[in-house]
């Protein structure tokens, strides 16, 4: 399945040896990896295989962007019943190529072997060009603390499809294929971003990360949670809150950060909250609990 | 599953975050990754949770060292079913820890996730320290084959474990736990090796990879290959040409290279053939067939 894979600049040699090497800038070399399950993680009759490809490479290169580095190769484990169709798999790679071609990394190496259900095992390395990484524990009292990407639309579009829908496509589509707003991660780091991670479990969970890592509360403040308009059309159709989304869906990739007071930050950032003393995370001062999914309900 | 786990001098940042950083001393990492599927690639009535470990790790090493490189770091992809004993779960996190001991590399990330069957989604990362990495496809004629390591033994207690007996242990243990030798691996590319692989698909399997990348012909000498006696007396027991596992078995994870004629190996190889033009493998003159374990049955 590796066969004719693109190599980018870093790759210095790519699939079809024993291992690949790739090119490392500064010394250091930064390292993620996940597993992706058929049937827990995505189906087959919600995702095609060029979506799983994108989401599966995404989740990785979301994880190293949170870092404040750049992707540079991707290596691919793939455990797969035997009479998987070919066309699946070929738009398995496909996904993985061009989700790879979004941020300039290859993919350099894999494994293919045989399982009852389709099992992917993916590693992104990285690359942070000198940067120091940007850590779950560096917050600090004071910081002001915003996102880059999209919040909830993924849970939403995961709603949709839980009820048999198939539209709004907006919804749909972030949840088959996220964004990730990749460059925003290098740019964190060079702003002096303090602590930084991507939501993957829920912005509440993943910033609770950074407050248990850092040693401090982070309040946030819901009039600056944006809530988008699509996003409040599909949760009135299904009568649920999409602030729920914005504060507890996963899967969109955005990247969440703290920053000094005062940091100018670009567009791309939306400040949401601030670092208090204390611990764990606040919406308007309540606690937010920790099956924060009956919040809402 | 990675708390706790002891850095290697190379670990900048070990588990916890959203990713590891892992120096590198020359600008290159080396990359590898697999999957390990329960019932395929290992059997919970065959070994315990400790020896997957082991192996789990092993096989991964083994292909840094098959580069010249030394193994630096593991990241672990974990996906289990949940009603998994937290003792199984241990063991598997103290052989992957103690295989990277033998290395000093160490474990510096990871991922829990649910299946119905224990999927193993293991990448490893080596350092080259300067050398040039020993691919497949260096072989020139004229050159000879060597091995380190050892040929045929997990084959063997693989036989005597699907035949239901547990002894003689040394090739069960064989079988359990690799000891592939991984320092071989450096030494090699700096004695001058044109070619290199782990054979983790059999000796003239993974030489065809070799002969093919590399657009030779190799011939092995059936007399230099070693059959060592404990692998005659299991093969008699068994009915089995202990040749067949020598040729043909896997898991050991034995490191085979070519070498310009006239290169003093250390008494860790044994010479086993040569490069010649042509394509394949031959084994005393002979093709050897595609179908490869019926040639002894």
Redesign the interface.
């Known amino acids: 399945m590796t066969a004719g894979l693109a190599s980018a600049d870093s790759t210095?040699?790519g699939p079809?040896?024993?291992?690949?090497?790739?090119?490392?800038?500064d010394?250091?070399?930064?390292?993620?990896?996940?597993?992706?399950?058929e049937g827990?993680?995505f189906r087959r009759d919600w995702s095609t295989a060029n979506d799983v490809g994108h989401k599966a490479a995404a989740r990785n290169f979301a994880?190293?962007a949170?870092?404040g580095?750049v992707p540079t190769?991707l290596?691919?484990?793939?455990?797969t019943p035997g009479d998987l169709e070919v066309i699946w798999a070929d738009g398995l790679v496909a996904g993985l190529r061009e989700e790879c071609g979004e941020v300039g990394a290859a993919v350099?190496?894999?494994?293919i072997?045989?399982?009852?259900?389709i099992?992917?095992?993916?590693?992104?390395?990285?690359d942070?060009q000198g940067r120091a990484?940007v850590?779950?524990s560096g917050a600090r009292v004071g910081d002001i603390v915003a996102f880059a990407g999209r919040l909830g639309w993924a849970a939403a579009g995961f709603a949709v499809l839980s009820r048999g829908f198939r539209s709004p496509v907006q919804v749909v589509a972030a949840h088959r294929r996220p964004e990730p707003p990749y460059a925003e991660g290098p740019r964190a780091a060079e702003a002096g971003a303090t602590s930084?991670?991507?939501v993957s479990d829920g912005l509440v969970a993943d910033l609770g990360h950074i407050a248990e890592?850092s040693g401090v509360r982070i309040d946030l403040l819901g009039a600056q949670l944006p809530v988008p308009a699509k996003l409040a059309e599909v949760g009135a159709a299904l009568n649920v809150d999409p602030r729920l989304w914005v504060l507890t869906g996963g899967d969109d990739y955005a990247l969440v950060a703290t920053f000094p007071a005062g940091t100018a930050l670009s567009e791309a950032w939306t400040r949401i909250g601030v670092v208090n003393e204390g611990e764990g995370v606040r919406v308007d001062g309540r606690r937010w609990p920790a099956g924060g999914h009956e919040h809402f309900r």
Do not use: N, Q, Y
């Open positions: 210095l040699l079809g040896d024993d291992a690949a090497v790739v090119a490392t800038t010394g250091r070399v930064v390292a993620t990896t996940d597993m992706l399950i827990r993680h994880d190293i949170a870092m580095a190769a290596l691919v484990g793939f455990a350099v190496g894999g494994d072997t045989e399982a009852d259900v099992c992917l095992g993916i590693t992104a390395l990285g942070l990484p850590t779950l930084m991670t991507d890592a």
